[in-house]
């Protein structure tokens, strides 16, 4: 190109399509297979939490959480999936508030009288219990038990701030706690086996998002009922090659998974080595129970109970089991398949 020519696409602000090219799809960061162990998690909170007081933080943040970021990221796991691990002291509020983003608690250490307050019922978070905090709903979470919870936080922040650059609408309650105005078990006999009759049909909930997709109601899935519904999988069915016995949660407003528009959620369990495979779509992973590794792309992430990995898009893997193991899955694959894009091939060759 002469001179002129490069100078005269400076001054404008345009630039050949052939050196664009190579900037495409390197402008994110990539995402690198990646495993942290839980006792480095619970060694870094208990360092947070001896060392800032609750009560300097700034107002919003107010809550211990240890966030890990992938070695090949600024600011989260993935390009598309946040996830956290919060924990809250007995006695202690972690604030209301509400926001934008698509939300979860995933209860690791729980308790009877730990609560998530959601859109004013009170959920209980037993161990292994997942608890929705959907868009624009008050939330906010109680530990009136004795001992320290701890749970995971899994929101879709990356796709909604630094993917898409929406803005995270956010608001803080005018309360520390949310008034309760409904009963134990009210979200779940709304959206479980019935519906409000002569309400409209297209599962609206009040909020100041318009989209094409249901959204998803408060809800709290038990850890015993998700439990038994993988045991009746694993006596009767054969096992998916690549996930094991496999169940998805579903959003109760459907009946059909994605539990929301830009996240899906598994309960795997596996028995079995399973088939590698691989796929666009990012998958992050919490160990509920049992010992393995997960083979990817020649690297094996060795894991145990509690522990929390990332397998990056387009890189084959697979799961070894040391002997039986539950993995919550989460994947972005929804994002793709709106746009019928989503894409998977088997490598166990
Ligand atoms: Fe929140
Ligand atoms: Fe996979």
Redesign the pocket.
Known sequence: MSSDTEQLLEETDLRPLWEVEKSMGNVYDDVQPQLWQWEEIQRAIDSIEQDVPIEDLPPGFQRRVAVPINVGMENAISNTIYLGVQTVSPGETAPS???GAN?LRFTIDGHEEMKTVVAGEEFPMRNNDLIT?PQWEW?DHVNDSDETAAWL?V?DLPLVLDSLNATNVFENHELERQPVTKTQGYWDSQYGQARPAGESDDGSIPGPFEGNCAPTPPYRFGWQETLETLHQRADNDDPDPYDGYSMAYVNPNTGEPPLFPTMSFRAQLLQEPTDAHFHNATEVFFVIEGEGATHVDGEALEWGQWDIFVVPPDTPHHHEPDDEAILLGITDRPVFEAFNFYAEADASE
Request: hydrophobic share 25%.
């Open positions: 508030h509400r926001h939300a905090t939330h936080d929101l």
